[in-house]
């Protein structure tokens, strides 16, 4: 899965955010509002020195992946007959399985 990092400068004025006894803060509603973070959204959290930093996180979404893997394959079957894509789902759920319990 590819993921995209949005860097942003510094736009506005620090707002106060609390840590909860689980070690959860709130977003702002303007910040989540202005950078469309919803529930559900992806943040890559790291820090740096004594610093947090949050960076919106933008998956491509599986249906893309799932072209670009077809188009991978019709490029490696040029004149033969490739599996029917309800093959190659299979053979994807079945690595995939594989994978979890391993």
Known sequence: ????L???????????AVVGTKGQIVI?????RRLKITPKSRLAVYSRGDKLV??????????EELKELFKE??????GRRRPSRKAI??????Y????RAG
């Open 73 to 78: 394959i019709d490029e490696a079957y040029k």
């Open 89 to 94: 789902l299979k053979e994807i759920q079945a």
């Open 96 to 99: 995939r399985q594989e994978k």
């Open 28 to 32: 702002p509603l303007q910040l989540r």
């Open 1 to 4: 899965m590819k993921v995209i």
């Open 6 to 16: 949005e860097s942003r400068q510094l736009e506005s004025e620090p707002d106060i």
């Open 54 to 63: 949050m960076t919106k996180l933008r998956l491509q979404p599986l249906g």
